[in-house]
């Protein structure tokens, strides 16, 4: 049987391929993209109204990627003529000299981006909502906000048919083979040639690309919302998304009130071990009650969890992305690894996979994310 060649076939149209698709079919490539679910679906790391996004990070490299990721959040908002981007200041808390807040700033320092100390009376002025210890190193940053997720999505992949991309949904590829200088892609009942092959399947990077053994593990999340009965209070206007390193380690965090769920408040990391197509979809009690022993104490006029969600983290050891050519066959490219907190940087990543892809370079630094760091080998 004789195919048809694309330029790019993208595997998987989350937040990562919708927006290599964009990227790739807005400079002209011949574009397909393969899903295995509709869509928007719920299944995987995507689906949600509301993702962080911020140039707070501890590890430099972040930060200064996150200064084009902003720019191309904002021209896909022009492009599309929709606000997908709301920013709300944001403030970390903990306690006095915690390392994290202190490489936080530092990274913040050196990619000159503004920021500020406050104290406990500042915070109880500009945010009452607050209760914090007296002890608390407090660190607000102006440009920190949240991104309308599923809609960045959907956004993406209309773009992408827009200009050119074709989207197949309800196709789940079972085979990538790299026999001959284009690579082949099997579906159950089709074959698809492209001359490059993005993977972008997030959870599912490791069962499609089983031979590599990628150091990836698939982690069930849960988040948690809360309609206050003071609704203005928590609106994204007057009530910014917050992040905190409990003193028991736990890294919790919030974003205001938007959509139809709510306000949110979740935990970062710490989630039970899974393959993907066998995750519990139950939300769990014990986490609610524990995040409403948080706010009771942090946030009281919050309330409590009126309901919650499960979503997958795909976890490297490092939590650093991976993004890299696929060691064994140069047209296959692997973005994956995004460790519960990529989609604020799936507009880059978007960027970066689509010059990865037609050019074989990117002057963007994703050096950290290389498969064959330090940490993937161990
Ligand atoms: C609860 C939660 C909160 C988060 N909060 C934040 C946050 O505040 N800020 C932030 O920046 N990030 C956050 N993240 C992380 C971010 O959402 C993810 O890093 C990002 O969405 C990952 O996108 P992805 O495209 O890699 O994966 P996905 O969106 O899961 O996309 C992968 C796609 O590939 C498809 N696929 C897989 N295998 C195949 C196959 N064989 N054939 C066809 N299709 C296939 C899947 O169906 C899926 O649609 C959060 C994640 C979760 C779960």
Redesign the pocket.
């Known amino acids: 049987m004789h195919s048809h060649i694309y330029d790019v076939i993208v ?7 919708s927006a290599t698709a964009y990227h790739l079919a807005k400079s002209g490539a011949r574009v397909l993209v ?4 509709n869509r928007g ?1 719920t ?4 689906h ?1 109204e509301t ?3 911020r140039f707070f990070y501890d590890k430099p490299f972040y930060t200064e990627l996150m200064k084009t990721a902003y720019t191309e959040w904002r021209s896909l908002e022009s492009e599309s003529d929709k606000q997908l981007l709301f920013i709300t200041g944001s403030i970390n808390l903990g306690t006095k000299g915690n390392k994290y807040m202190k490489a936080v700033s530092e990274s913040l320092n050196e990619a000159g981006v503004n920021y500020a100390w406050w104290d406990k009376k500042e915070l109880t002025k500009r945010f009452p909502q607050f209760f914090v210890p007296d002890h608390y190193d407090i660190l607000w940053q102006k440009d920190t906000g949240f991104l309308y ?1 599923s809609e960045c999505v959907l956004t993406h992949l209309e773009l992408s048919e827009r200009h050119g991309a074709i989207v197949r949904e309800k ?3 079972n085979r990538i083979e790299w026999q001959t200088d284009v690579p082949t892609i099997r579906t159950e009942k089709e074959q698809y040639l492209g001359r490059k092959v993005v993977v ?5 990077t490791s069962s ?1 690309l089983s031979k590599l053994d990628l150091p990836l593990t698939v982690t069930k ?1 849960q ?1 948690c919302y809360f309609k206050p009965t003071n609704t203005e209070m928590f609106r994204p206007n007057n009530y910014p998304v917050f992040t905190e390193n409990t003193a028991d380690d736990e890294f919790i ?1 919030g974003i205001p009130y938007f959509g139809k769920n709510g306000a949110r408040v ?1 935990r970062h990391g710490l989630g039970k071990t899974f393959l993907p197509d066998m995750c519990e979809r139950e939300p769990d009690a014990d986490y609610d009650k524990h995040i409403n022993a948080f706010v009771k104490e942090r946030i009281p006029s919050l309330g409590k969890v009126t309901h919650s969600e499960v ?4 976890e490297t050891p490092d939590e650093d992305f991976i993004i890299d050519t696929h060691p064994d066959c140069p047209n296959v490219l692997i ?2 690894g ?9 507009s880059l990543v978007g960027r970066i996979m689509c010059e990865l892809a037609l050019n074989d370079r990117t002057d963007f630094d994703i050096s950290p994310f290389c498969i064959k760091r330090k940490v993937c080998l161990e």
């Open positions: 595997i998987g149209a989350g937040g990562m391929g393969l899903e295995q679910f679906h299944f995987g790391s995507s949600g993702r962080i996004i997720a196709t789940q590829v972008t399947a997030g959870a599912w499609l999340q988040v965090y979740a979503c997958l983290y795909t973005a994956a995004f460790s519960g907190h990529g989609f604020k940087f799936c």
